[in-house]
C-alpha cells in the first residue's frame, strides 16, 4: 500500500461501530473536510485479544462487510483494515507510529478514545500519541467516556447485551437494531408442515448471538424489511440441531433458500422449551405469533404517531 495524501485518522477497533464510535469517526470526519485531509477509518479486521495465546475468546458484533458498509455510510474516504498479527502485536508504539500512522497513511490528525493502545504489551497509549505529534506535526483528539443514560457505551456492554438476550436495548447504544444476516440454508422444513414456513440461518460460531428463545423480530430480503418472528435455538421438542436462527416472515410466500437475509431482534417473548408433543409445540407457536403480530402493529402505530 503506498502512502495517502495527508490524512485525519480515526484508531480504533470499532467492533460494533456504536454510537461512541460513531461519534469519534463524525468528529474526524468534519475536521478532515475542515482541513482538506483524507478522512480515514485505521481498524484490524481480527480482533486483536484473540492473539493472546490465554484471553478469552472475543466474538464479533458485526460481519466485516457490515462493519465497512456503517463505517463507509458515516462519510469516511477510506478503510484501511488490517489483520492484527503477531508482528504488529509485537512492534514497539514508536515503530507503530512510524510504519503505519505516519509512512502509510500520512496522519496528520488522531482520533482516538480515551482507552486506546497500541503497540508492543499494549504500551502505547493517547498520551504516547500527543508526545509523537510534538515531534511529526500530527494533532491527537481524545475522546473521553462516551455515556448514554449515564451507562459508558462500549463494545463489551454490547455483547453482555446481546448475551443476556436484552435486544431491546441495544438500540439505545447501537443507533440500530441488533441484527444476524447470512444465506437461507435448508431445515427440517416442519415449520412449513406445521403451517409456519421458516427461513434458517446457521449461526456463526465467532459472531455473539442472542440466547435460545422467541424474539419478535425485522427480515428484510431484497431491500423489504418484513414483520417476523423469531426463534434461536436447536429445537429441543423434535430432535438434536445445532443452534440457528429460524425466521417465520408474516404475510409472505417466497421461496427464500440460497439468498439473502437480515434478521433484526426488538424484544425477547420467551425461552426456548421443550414440549411433550409436536402438538404442543405448534399451539405455542400460534401464541407466538399472535404476540409478535401485537407488537409489531403496536410498534407501527407508535412509529405513524412519531
Given at each position: 500500500?503506498k502512502?495517502?495524501?495527508p490524512?485525519?485518522?480515526?484508531?480504533?477497533?470499532f467492533?460494533?461501530?456504536h454510537?461512541?464510535?460513531q461519534?469519534l469517526?463524525k468528529?474526524?470526519?468534519?475536521?478532515?473536510?475542515?482541513?482538506?485531509?483524507?478522512a480515514?477509518v485505521f481498524?484490524?479486521?481480527n480482533?486483536?485479544r484473540?492473539l493472546?495465546?490465554?484471553?478469552k475468546?472475543?466474538?464479533?458484533i458485526?460481519?466485516?462487510?457490515?462493519?465497512?458498509?456503517?463505517?463507509?455510510?458515516?462519510?469516511v474516504d477510506?478503510?484501511v483494515?488490517?489483520?492484527?498479527?503477531?508482528?504488529?502485536m509485537?512492534?514497539?508504539?514508536?515503530?507503530?507510529i512510524?510504519?503505519?500512522l505516519?509512512?502509510?497513511?500520512?496522519m496528520?490528525?488522531?482520533?482516538c478514545?480515551?482507552?486506546?493502545?497500541?503497540?508492543h504489551?499494549?504500551?502505547g497509549?493517547?498520551?504516547?500519541?500527543?508526545?509523537?505529534?510534538?515531534?511529526?506535526?500530527?494533532?491527537v483528539?481524545?475522546?473521553?467516556?462516551?455515556?448514554?443514560?449515564?451507562n459508558?457505551?462500549?463494545?463489551?456492554?454490547?455483547?453482555?447485551?446481546?448475551?443476556?438476550?436484552?435486544?431491546?436495548?441495544?438500540k439505545?447504544y447501537?443507533?440500530?437494531?441488533?441484527?444476524?444476516?447470512?444465506?437461507?440454508?435448508v431445515?427440517?422444513?416442519?415449520?412449513?408442515t406445521?403451517?409456519?414456513?421458516?427461513?434458517?440461518?446457521?449461526?456463526d460460531p465467532?459472531?455473539v448471538?442472542?440466547?435460545n428463545?422467541v424474539?419478535?423480530?425485522?427480515?428484510?430480503y431484497?431491500?423489504?424489511?418484513?414483520?417476523?418472528v423469531t426463534?434461536?435455538g436447536?429445537k429441543?421438542?423434535?430432535?438434536?440441531?445445532?443452534?440457528?436462527v429460524?425466521?417465520h416472515?408474516?404475510?409472505?410466500?417466497?421461496?427464500?433458500?440460497?439468498?439473502k437475509?437480515i434478521?433484526e431482534f426488538?424484544?425477547?417473548?420467551?425461552d426456548?422449551?421443550?414440549?411433550d408433543s409436536?402438538?404442543e409445540?405448534?399451539e405455542q407457536?400460534?401464541?407466538?405469533c399472535l404476540?409478535?403480530?401485537?407488537?409489531?402493529?403496536?410498534?407501527?402505530?407508535m412509529?405513524q404517531?412519531?
Amino acid at each position: 500500500m503506498k502512502a495517502l495524501s495527508p490524512s485525519a485518522v480515526a484508531l480504533g477497533n470499532f467492533d460494533g461501530v456504536h454510537l461512541g464510535h460513531q461519534e469519534l469517526i463524525k468528529n474526524m470526519v468534519n475536521t478532515a473536510r475542515q482541513k482538506n485531509l483524507n478522512a480515514v477509518v485505521f481498524t484490524f479486521s481480527n480482533h486483536p485479544r484473540n492473539l493472546l495465546p490465554k484471553a478469552k475468546k472475543v466474538k464479533n458484533i458485526l460481519y466485516k462487510d457490515e462493519k465497512a458498509q456503517i463505517i463507509e455510510s458515516l462519510g469516511v474516504d477510506y478503510m484501511v483494515s488490517v489483520e492484527f498479527t503477531k508482528q504488529i502485536m509485537n512492534m514497539e508504539p514508536q515503530d507503530f507510529i512510524d510504519e503505519l500512522l505516519i509512512d502509510r497513511l500520512n496522519m496528520k490528525e488522531a482520533f482516538c478514545g480515551f482507552n486506546y493502545r497500541f503497540g508492543h504489551r499494549a504500551a502505547g497509549n493517547p498520551d504516547f500519541l500527543r508526545q509523537a505529534g510534538k515531534a511529526y506535526g500530527f494533532n491527537v483528539t481524545e475522546m473521553e467516556p462516551f455515556s448514554i443514560n449515564g451507562n459508558v457505551v462500549s463494545s463489551s456492554m454490547i455483547r453482555t447485551l446481546i448475551a443476556g438476550g436484552r435486544v431491546e436495548d441495544c438500540k439505545t447504544y447501537m443507533g440500530r437494531n441488533y441484527a444476524i444476516g447470512g444465506e437461507v440454508v435448508v431445515g427440517n422444513r416442519l415449520g412449513r408442515t406445521l403451517g409456519f414456513p421458516t427461513s434458517n440461518l446457521v449461526i456463526d460460531p465467532d459472531m455473539v448471538t442472542p440466547p435460545n428463545g422467541v424474539y419478535v423480530t425485522y427480515c428484510t430480503y431484497n431491500g423489504v424489511r418484513y414483520p417476523s418472528v423469531t426463534n434461536v435455538g436447536v429445537k429441543p421438542t423434535i430432535g438434536h440441531y445445532k443452534k440457528n436462527v429460524e425466521t417465520h416472515i408474516f404475510n409472505f410466500d417466497k421461496e427464500l433458500y440460497g439468498k439473502k437475509i437480515i434478521v433484526e431482534f426488538l424484544k425477547k417473548t420467551r425461552d426456548e422449551v421443550k414440549f411433550d408433543s409436536v402438538e404442543e409445540l405448534s399451539e405455542q407457536i400460534v401464541r407466538d405469533c399472535l404476540e409478535a403480530r401485537k407488537f409489531h402493529e403496536e410498534n407501527s402505530r407508535m412509529e405513524q404517531e412519531l
